[in-house]
């Protein structure tokens, strides 16, 4: 019995469960092991193998039937993640699928998941991907393998952010976080969950705590050494400062310092630091620098084919007609922003463009239409549970309401 086999072999080491599951596994993976109730992968396998000083074969005996079938099924397994690797995911998911109709052990069935949740995720069939990932998660937990368990919950964090789920975002991401945490070789994967999960904080409106968790991923990130990684990061910590005043300092030395990070690594994500970078130059007084960086940033998100992105060119344009008292070009930016997302939608910034056009109605004297686009978007919100985003879109509904009126200034802040 290949578990009693463990055992012994780690009992005349002297080695305690613990030390034989080391970084790669958990104690307990290592119990049920020994108690017959759970069976390794052959990584695993090895690992465990190589802790107690003997060959793989001293733990595999002469079982040549069931080699052979584990020899079908890794096979199977490879193939499926080389058709992964040449992102043909509608192969690999079949490939994988096949797989798991096959008598093979969990953790191999756990890998074919996760190769499917990808493919899933990588095809933006979001829904799909936490369907499998909520039929196959005691696969993984029940794996005791580390890294196996933290990128399935940085799959399952990334489906969900994408469904605008944001709690449940929230929640893989702390999973990924506590099962990467403190291991050198889950370095990579610690820093990914801290990054997404002070995003999914930002989303919820968490804003310090949105801070706090980018701070530490910042901190890895720079002891790490990978610029286009500590680029994203910075470029997270300038949004939330942002968030959390318009006007601070904080908010323009992040975002600047993204920009000049990610522009070093060449990566994609400069055009985007760039753009909030303009936003945020916006409303520290420096909009003749802002403009043309934005109009820089529309032409990029034009070639690229992204009309969420180019959609948030003109929600600034927008606000800054509206602060400047130019009604009718704020109505057709805005009317334009909301279009662009027809094509790709967003709820939390289809929100926002509802919140900005029920303030131009209100400026242009129309307070049924404002009424019904600040409902709109404060309805939105709370369902999308957006905290402070909703929270600004029931303030601004409030303030419409008031007998006394409001004007511009009563209300910019909650626009931004």
């Known amino acids: 019995m290949l578990g009693q086999k463990i055992r012994e072999t780690r009992e005349q080491k002297g080695l305690s469960q613990k030390q034989l599951a080391g970084e790669e596994m958990t104690r307990a993976y290592i119990s049920l092991i020994e108690k017959g109730r759970a069976v390794p992968s052959s990584r695993m396998l090895r690992v465990i193998a190589k802790r107690l000083g003997k060959p793989i074969e001293y733990f595999l005996g002469t079982e040549t039937e069931k080699e052979i079938h584990e020899d079908v099924s890794e096979a199977l397994l490879d193939k499926a993640y080389m058709r992964f690797k040449a992102e043909d995911d509608d192969s690999c998911i079949r490939i994988a699928t096949h797989l798991l109709t096959l008598a093979v052990p969990e953790p191999v069935q756990a890998e074919a998941y996760l190769l499917i949740i990808r493919s899933c995720n990588r095809m933006k069939q979001y829904s799909r991907a936490a369907e499998y990932g909520e039929s196959s998660e005691f696969l993984f937990i029940r794996s005791g393998d580390r890294k196996l ?44 969950a801290l990054t997404f999960l002070a995003t999914s904080h930002m989303f919820l409106g968490e ?3 949105a801070i706090d968790t980018y701070l530490k991923a910042e901190d890895e ?53 760039l753009h909030n970078l303009a936003v945020i130059m916006l409303h520290t007084d420096k909009k003749k620098e802002a403009l043309p960086l934005l109009h820089e940033c529309a032409s990029i998100y034009d070639e690229r084919n992204m009309p969420d992105k ?107």
């Open 149 to 192: 368990i933290t990128q399935f919950y940085l799959e399952m964090g990334k489906a969900a952010i994408y469904m605008e789920s944001y709690i449940h975002a929230r929640k893989q991401y702390q999973q990924a976080y506590t099962y990467s945490s403190k291991l050198k070789h889950l370095q990579d994967e610690y820093i990914t």
């Open 207 to 209: 804003i310090q705590e």
């Open 221 to 273: 990130a720079r002891m790490a050494g990978n610029p286009e990684s500590y680029g994203e990061i910075a470029m997270g910590l300038g949004k939330a400062y942002y968030k959390a005043d318009p006007h601070s300092q904080e908010s323009l030395y992040w975002t600047q310092k993204s920009v000049d990070c990610l522009k070093q690594g060449n990566s994609e994500s400069y055009i985007f630091a």
């Open 310 to 416: 180019k959609a948030s060119i003109f929600e600034e344009m927008s606000k800054l007609y509206l602060e400047e008292g130019n009604l009718d070009e704020a109505e057709k930016a805005c009317k334009t922003a909301i279009r662009l997302l027809d094509l790709t939608d967003d709820g939390v910034q289809r929100a926002r463009l509802y919140r900005l056009m029920g303030a131009v109605y209100h400026e242009q004297a129309n307070p049924e239409q404002a009424y019904f686009f600040l409902r709109m978007s404060y309805d939105l919100l709370k369902r999308l549970n957006a905290g402070s985003e909703a929270e600004s879109s029931y303030k601004l509904l409030t303030l419409s309401e008031r007998k006394d009126g409001m004007d511009y200034n009563d209300y910019r802040m909650y626009l931004k």
